[in-house]
């Protein structure tokens, strides 16, 4: 992993490596300035221009309308910054007691401030976590990354169980109603209905509560075979 550290680059830099990372982390999509912007909430001729900077910071590989990918040095800066935002966020969690839905925008604003050094000590302090408070796999110190073996909720058979792996952080109402109904992280639920022509998923928790869940959040979950 790049021993340079994160703060050498600007916080626009920081972002756009992290959300490349994100897209490529939870998709097979191709990442493209689109499906950036759509993520970044900017338009596409701003990203565009923050992609070339990238480039000639030699940070990412991108011909014009074709893919984007991040360099290896542009990877090792996009995994200490997803180190960052995760050992945050778990930080938030279990020494705040802040609850999952209301540590993604914090973690967002504090990983750009807070110094290597705080980052190491909140590891230490945690005891080395290597799940967030939503699943997501913390990078080591090394950069060196486990991720559990899961696939996407969306593409679960009706009728079968499954245990709850990861959920996307992305959206804190959607975790909210998953918490409610005790569709958490560790949990087991029955897959007890699937409806292709609605897009739909039900799954039934433990509790016997049973969520429907649109296409959009069945892709947002990641889940395994118990």
């Not at 360099?71 to 969690?93: K, N, S």
């Amino acid at each position: 992993m790049d021993t340079v550290s994160i703060s050498e680059l600007s916080d626009s830099a920081q972002n756009y490596l992290k959300i490349i990372y994100g897209l490529q982390e939870w998709s097979s999509d191709p990442v493209t300035p689109s499906s950036i912007a759509q993520r970044a909430g900017m338009k596409l001729s701003t990203v565009s221009g923050a992609l070339a900077k990238l480039r000639q910071q030699d940070l990412l590989d991108h011909s014009p309308y074709g893919e984007v990918a991040l360099t290896e040095r542009g990877r090792d800066f996009a995994v200490q910054m997803v180190r960052r935002h995760r050992l945050i966020e778990t930080f938030l969690v279990k020494m705040l007691g802040y609850r999952w839905d209301q540590v993604h925008e914090e973690a967002d604003s504090l990983e750009h401030s807070v110094s290597d050094f705080m980052i190491e000590r909140m590891d230490q302090t945690l005891g080395y976590p290597t799940r967030d408070p939503h699943g997501d796999p913390i990078p080591a110190a090394d950069g060196t990354i486990s991720f559990p073996e899961a696939y996407l909720l969306a593409d679960a058979v009706a009728g079968s169980t499954v245990v709850i792996e990861r959920i996307s952080d992305a959206d804190s109402e959607l975790l909210q109603h998953l918490q409610e109904n005790g569709v958490v992280i560790g949990a087991e639920v029955e897959i007890s209905g699937m409806d292709k022509f609605a897009e739909t998923v039900e799954v039934r928790a433990e509790s016997g509560t049973t969520v429907a869940l649109g296409m959009a959040a069945a892709q947002a979950i990641w889940v395994s075979n118990p």
